[in-house]
């Protein structure tokens, strides 16, 4: 009787330490989701004159293994994407303009500050030619001017029709694929490295201001 007992007790115990234990994991999956959680704020499309542009702020916050990396001279490469597209109801809707801008961003040892180099992307790209380089203090400063989208042009006025309905794809994600191909393997499934977001908003044209 008393063995019996004894077993009892045993596995109820074991039970509770594993439901416990499986409480504990839900809640820092849970936690650790919230940490990386990305998104994009204060979208506004608008036309100025004859550009269609957007303004956005991108909330995210960088993971101890993601700054691990750029302190160790690893380069960073983020991408803004944005397709205007008409919406057809008898078939997909038709891609008017697509536009992409990298950012790569880099920390150097040296001199202990940070690099930000802001290019167009290739494809059609509305005002290609971008090219801008930027140094900064901290961290901190350099993350802010990512997280800022300002008045960026995505589209000619003159390529829409008033009459047609359409709507912007809004896409921001951290790009693995330019990551040196033992961290791209090191990164693959792992949620640290999981800094996407997207948006889509219907565009309303505007007479231009």
Known sequence: MVSITRCYKSGWFERARNALAALILVLLTGWAYAQNATEITQYQLERLDEEIVVSAQIAFELPTAVEDALLK?????????????????????????????????????????????????????????????????????????????????????????????????????????QLPRPFQIGALGQSDWDIAATSSSVLTIAPPK
């Open 73 to 177: 001279g690893i380069p960073l490469f983020f991408v803004m994407e944005a397709d205007v597209l008409r919406e057809r109801w008898y078939w997909y809707d038709k891609k008017i303009s697509s536009v992409e801008r990298h950012l790569r961003l880099a920390y150097q040892p040296l001199t202990r500050r940070w690099r930000l180099n802001v290019t167009a992307g290739a494809g059609r790209e509305v005002g290609l030619g971008l090219a801008l380089n930027q140094n900064f203090d901290t961290l901190a400063q350099v993350l802010s001017a990512i997280k800022r989208v300002s008045r960026w042009k995505i589209a000619d006025a003159s390529d829409l029709d008033a009459s047609q309905k359409y709507k912007v794809d809004f896409r921001f994600r951290l790009d693995l694929n």
